[in-house]
């Protein structure tokens, strides 16, 4: 059986695509340090729980509990690979500006660890890394919009998304956006110079079952916890900022079709997410959730977050094209198996913020 390694294999996508390629008859190898619930101390209680459910159901599934930082011990593990999936790091504004320095180690050097296992393996080892809308900063805060009484619009030459082609220079970030690009960048270069395939993917918001949102990362499972167990939902800025949203199954084929065809599709840098057709703004998803789960939520709201984006949805069309790819899950669908899964976990979220 093919092997395949996932770094970050303990959170919400990395245990995704575990799931979804054990079913396919890989042998699975997580490697996780398990460090987002050691950096965020209150949420230690259910930072094993997709671990846990993964080894004890999918017995072609292994887990290497150690740092990608630790590239001696990194370096066995890769190199016998045939395709690696990088979902691993820091993942959140905030915390990156707390904590830069980690956020840098998390985010850079692990990447860099893991493209040079696979440089120095000499084995054709397929890469895909999940990098970030916030790799555009505020270069997206730069283009003419139109606010409207919910949400904010993109006009020409951007009405079907920001494209690949936005630039990444000349703007405000963040630490967690500078590590990401940083990486990025590295991810492309080795595709480049040394002949990787490598496939960046650079993600809007992707939600489901198993994400385990907060405040500020994962705000879509975060708000549908909040609205579960009644808790009130802080809206960050007027509400009107718009993402386009992608449920994490069609992530997980859309990595598949790449594993596939990255021999013909070679080294690329794709936007991905739900595209226009599943764009929504947070008081959008609001009215969505007093429909479907909690018509009484209670809406506070605070000051706008230093690097928030006022609108970001992606032009897909260029995936589309070199993937055969499409999104094939809808924001009422997706949102409908994200309130059955935490309505049955809810125990999970007693804790969030």
């Given at each position: ?23 396919k008859k ?9 460090s ?25 599934i ?8 630790d ?18 790091g ?6 990156s ?8 180690e998390?985010?850079?050097l692990?990447?860099?660890n ?22 555009y900063?505020?270069n ?63 993600m ?30 802080t ?8 993402r ?5 199954s069609?992530?997980?084929e ?30 959008q ?67 969030s913020?």
């Amino acid at each position: 059986m093919p092997k395949l390694v996932i770094a970050g294999g303990a959170g919400f996508i990395g245990s995704q695509c575990a799931e979804y390629f054990a079913k396919k008859k890989f042998n699975v190898i997580l490697i996780d340090n398990f460090s987002r619930g050691n950096l965020l101390h209150q949420y230690l209680p259910r930072s094993r729980f997709n671990t846990d459910f993964l080894l004890n159901t999918y017995p072609n599934i292994k887990l290497f509990e150690f740092d990608l930082r630790d590239y001696e011990k990194v370096y066995p593990v890769i190199s016998i690979a045939d395709g690696v999936i990088f979902a691993a790091g820091q993942t959140a504004v905030t915390t990156s500006l707390q904590f830069p320095r980690e956020d840098l180690e998390n985010n850079l050097l692990t990447t860099f660890n893991v493209l040079e296992c696979i440089r120095n393996s000499r084995n054709e080892i397929p890469f895909i890394y999940c990098s970030t809308n916030k790799v555009y900063g505020d270069n997206t805060n730069q283009v003419p919009i139109i606010e409207h009484d919910d949400a904010y619009s993109l006009t020409e030459p951007h009405i079907k998304g920001f494209s690949e082609d936005l630039s990444i220079d000349n703007c405000v970030h963040s630490p967690y956006g500078v590590s990401k690009s940083a990486a990025d960048l590295y991810v492309q270069d080795y595709g480049k110079i040394y002949g990787l395939k490598t496939g960046v993917f650079r993600m809007s918001c992707i939600y489901g079952p198993y994400q385990y949102g907060i405040a500020d990362q994962g705000w879509v499972t975060h708000f549908v916890a909040s609205a579960l167990s009644g808790k009130p939902i802080t809206i960050y800025g007027n509400g009107k900022q718009v993402r386009d949203l992608l449920h994490v199954s069609d992530l997980v084929e859309l990595f598949d079709a790449y594993l596939k065809k990255c021999k013909t599709v070679g080294s690329d840098v794709f936007n991905i997410g739900g595209g226009p057709k599943n764009a929504i703004s947070i008081l959008q998803l609001v009215k969505k959730l007093r429909e479907l789960c909690n018509p009484e939520i209670i809406v506070k709201y605070d000051n706008w977050r230093l690097g928030d984006q006022k609108i970001y949805v992606s032009d897909i069309r260029k995936v589309q094209t070199r993937l055969t790819w499409t999104p094939s899950i809808s924001i009422d669908q997706g949102l409908k198996t994200t309130i059955q899964w935490i309505s049955q976990n809810l125990n999970l979220f007693s804790k969030s913020s």
